[in-house]
């Protein structure tokens, strides 16, 4: 077996040989993997949880009621609560978030990042079409209480604004975190907070489960995931701004 010559390991040892070797546009390898990958950790769980629903699987069942009456219960007592989740799943609703990232995309074909412009149409797309088509293929009842404080129309699995939420969170973190600099840990709170707080405001007025609610955030991820493993690998480096 032949060793390698003193230039070759020298091409190898040198950091900008191992940049290019990790650069999605130089290796359709790496691509498929983080494209695999992301299937593997989001799709999946959201594969296995879309099963239980479907099966009406009684622990989670359960734990959907346990979780749907204790914050129905506190809502009832406290009208302040209510109106607040009320505000919040207003401000936060997929319409309202779809029109932040049709600003989003005009911003940045005004910079010439048509590329990234487009992922983010994509990813808004993608998920408001699949989150619908799901709805009517589970075809999941909303849970139906005594004394609502908040109604909504249509199937409950996955939750449309759990759903949206994550997907403006992903669209958020992909084009302002490189700008961030001292600022990304808050971005990254912000982002969290954001898809969380909305998917709890859908449980907390009473009209989804609390499964609903991680069904979206799963499938979100699971978009998000996938339309960046997609796009890695066309997308110029201009389009991605280094802080």
Do not use: C, Q
Request: net charge positive; proline share 6%.
């Amino acid at each position: 077996m032949s060793t390698p010559g003193p230039r070759t390991l020298a091409r190898a040892t040198h950091p900008s040989w191992w940049r290019r070797r990790l650069d999605p546009d130089h290796s359709l390898g790496l691509r498929l993997t983080l494209a695999a990958a992301a299937a593997f950790l989001v799709l999946v769980p959201f594969a296995l949880l879309a099963l239980l629903v479907l099966g009406g699987w009684a622990p989670l069942h359960r734990l959907d009621a346990t979780a749907t009456d204790a914050l129905h219960g506190y809502a009832l007592d406290h009208p302040a609560w209510v109106a607040l989740m009320r505000v919040w799943t207003e401000v936060f609703a997929p319409m309202p978030l779809r029109a932040v990232a049709l600003l989003v995309v005009i911003w940045l074909l005004r910079r010439g990042a048509r590329r990234l412009a487009l992922w983010v149409t994509t990813t808004m797309v993608v998920g408001g079409l699949i989150g619908p088509l799901l709805k009517l293929l589970v075809g999941r009842d909303r849970p139906d209480l005594l004394d609502p404080v908040a109604r909504a129309a249509g199937y409950a699995f996955p939750s449309g604004h759990a759903l949206n939420a994550t997907l403006a969170a992903g669209v958020l973190l992909v084009v302002v975190l490189p700008y961030a600099g001292r600022w990304r840990v808050a971005l990254w709170v912000t982002a969290v907070l954001v898809a969380a707080l909305t998917g709890l405001s859908r449980v907390a007025l009473g009209v989804h489960w609390a499964s609903d609610v991680l069904g979206g955030w799963l499938l979100g991820a699971a978009v998000v995931a996938a339309t960046t493993a997609a796009f890695t690998g066309w997308r110029s480096r201009s389009d991605l701004p280094r802080s």
